[in-house]
C-alpha cells in the first residue's frame, strides 16, 4: 500500500478481462443513471415537461425514435462492441439490429425488450454467430411486439478496446435522424 496524504490508495493489476468487465459494469452504471433521470420526466404533471422538450444528461426525448444507425464499430481481436437499447414505452418493444460489414449485409439480431426496459446486446457476439470479425456498422429498427408500428427507444453503442497497448473506451448515440 501507498500512502497519499492522510488516504492509502491500493494498487492492483488486474486482467484484461476484469478491465472490461468493469467498464462495461460501469456502463450499465450510468445508463441507469441517465434512464433514471429520464423517468422523473415521464410524469405528465411536471412542470418541467410542460414547459418544453426535457433533457436527460445532455439528451432530449425528442432526440427517441425508432430508427438508429451507428458507423464505424469494430469486433475485431481487442474490441469490444455492445449496444444498449433502452424502451421507454409501456409496452414491450422488438428491436431489429441490422449488421454491415466491409462487404455489406451480415444479418439480423432481433432483441426483445420489455416496456420501460433496457437490453445490452453483445455486437461481438452477434457478429461471432454470422461467422464475421472486423469493422461493425448497425442500424436499428424497433416496432411494438407484434406489431408494424414503430416504436420510439434510445440507443447508444458502448465501445472498449485494448489495443496496440491502449487500453479504453467510448460511447455515442449514433444517428436518428433528429
Not at 445508463?31 to 411536471?46: C, E, H, I, R, T
Not at 429498427?141 to 407484434?146: L, Y
Not at 465501445?159 to 467510448?170: A, E, I, L, Q, S
Request: charged content about 15%.
Amino acid at each position: 500500500m501507498e500512502e497519499m496524504g492522510k488516504e492509502k490508495v491500493r494498487i492492483m493489476v488486474i486482467s484484461p478481462g476484469k478491465v472490461l468487465l468493469a467498464g462495461a459494469l460501469t456502463v450499465l452504471l450510468a445508463a441507469g443513471a441517465v434512464l433514471g433521470g429520464y423517468a422523473l420526466f415521464k410524469s405528465s404533471d411536471n412542470p418541467v415537461q410542460a414547459q418544453g422538450q426535457p433533457r436527460v444528461q445532455g439528451f432530449s426525448t425528442a432526440q427517441i425514435g425508432p430508427y438508429w444507425a451507428f458507423s464505424e464499430g469494430c469486433t475485431a481481436p481487442g474490441f469490444q462492441e455492445w449496444l444498449t437499447i433502452w424502451n421507454p414505452n409501456d409496452d414491450s418493444v422488438d428491436a431489429y439490429v441490422d449488421l454491415f460489414g466491409k462487404y455489406g449485409y451480415i444479418g439480423t439480431a432481433l432483441v426483445p425488450i420489455y416496456a420501460e426496459a433496457r437490453a445490452s446486446v453483445n455486437i461481438n457476439a452477434v457478429a461471432l454467430y454470422f461467422g464475421y470479425s472486423g469493422d461493425v456498422s448497425l442500424l436499428v429498427n424497433a416496432k411494438f411486439h407484434n406489431s408494424s408500428a414503430d416504436a420510439a427507444v434510445l440507443c447508444e453503442r458502448p465501445m472498449y478496446f485494448n489495443f496496440g497497448g491502449y487500453n479504453g473506451g467510448t460511447t455515442t448515440t449514433g444517428y436518428n435522424g433528429e
